[in-house]
């Protein structure tokens, strides 16, 4: 619970350094209620890429911030917990792109999840959250689609967009990974009524479970516009925090599996965290090598493009 002195503190030290703090919704509920603008990571681009403030800190993971920086290359931009870092960022490699463009040639776009360093970016036709995947994959003019990093999210674009040829890569979020499909059904059953929500970055032995699937913020709202009373959630806890914050009042309940899904990166992004960020300016993030910058920000703002 963040006191009223931490709040009156973040917002003496916002206005001193013209700063807007964006969180991620899988952060501690203590740093998502320091921020100006809480969301899911399609959001919280669109976002960054807007804003009149000098300074950016975001609540969230390496790849959120770094992104940010390519959307605002004028503005500082700065991590509260520089090490929450995402593990599926870095599970593909370079020659995984090179081969399927030396396959497939002008007949495929490479199209790489927003969770994913800098330089694979740069190494992409456009960018997707797992808000606009599907719509992405489908408006582009290529038939061969290298989805690049998450396996999980590829595919199931794959399942939405059968008219396309999706390659899928080998990486994964741990966390999502994690989810036991045995423990969605033990929630079910003592649950009979609840509904069944999933992120696409869970595996797809749990999305044929879910009656819903989605990204967060599609979850979120799903949750709220729903006439049902129970949920069971199948993705990172962080979510409850908004997901009781927009219910409030209704008598909805939320429910996870057994074992908590906990991505050990974002919680690390604490409301502490932030005000020292605020208050020291640490863990500013800076721009990636010249030859990359272009290509990384031209995916990015193709995917901003193509998802109005």
């Known amino acids: 619970m963040v006191s009223g002195e931490m709040l009156e503190e973040a917002r003496r030290l916002k206005e001193k350094r013209g700063a807007v703090v964006l969180a991620h919704y899988y952060v501690t509920p203590d740093a998502q209620d320091l921020a100006d603008y809480v969301g899911d990571s399609f959001y919280l681009s669109r976002k960054a890429a ?9 609540a969230g993971a390496r790849f959120m911030a770094e992104s940010a920086k390519l959307l605002s290359p004028d503005k500082t931009v700065l991590m509260p917990e520089p090490s929450a870092d995402c593990p599926m960022a870095h599970m593909v490699r ?19 999840y927003v969770n994913s360093t800098t330089e694979m970016k740069a190494l992409s036709d456009v960018c997707v959250t797992s808000s606009n995947a599907v719509g992405i994959v489908r408006d582009l003019p290529q038939n061969n689609i290298l989805f690049i990093p998450d396996m999980n999210l590829g595919h199931y674009v794959a399942t939405e ?10 990486g994964f979020c741990p966390t999502h990974e994690s989810i036991d499909v045995a423990e969605v059904d033990e929630a079910r059953a003592a649950h009979p009524d609840a509904l069944v929500l999933a992120h696409p970055e869970c595996g ?18 799903a949750a709220v516009a729903s006439d049902a009373r129970e949920f069971i959630v199948c993705t ?50 800076g721009l990636p090598d010249e030859s990359i910058i272009a290509r990384s920000t031209a995916a990015l703002d193709r995917m901003l493009e193509m998802a109005r």
């Open 94 to 112: 370079r020659e995984t792109v090179d081969a399927a463009r030396a396959q497939y040639g002008d007949d495929l776009a490479v199209v790489c």
């Open 236 to 285: 990172v806890y962080g979510v409850i925090h908004e997901l009781e914050r927009r219910t409030e009042g209704t008598g909805k309940r939320f429910f996870f599996p057994r074992t908590t899904p906990v991505c050990p990166n974002m919680a690390r992004v604490t409301a502490e965290r932030v005000l020292a960020c605020l208050r020291d300016g640490t863990g500013e993030v």
């Open 204 to 221: 797809a032995w749990v999305l044929e479970k879910a009656d819903v699937v989605g990204s967060t913020s599609q979850l979120i709202d």
């Open 161 to 170: 967009v059968p008219e396309k040829n999706v390659i899928l890569n080998d």
């Open 50 to 58: 807007t804003l009149d403030c000098r300074t950016i800190v975001f």
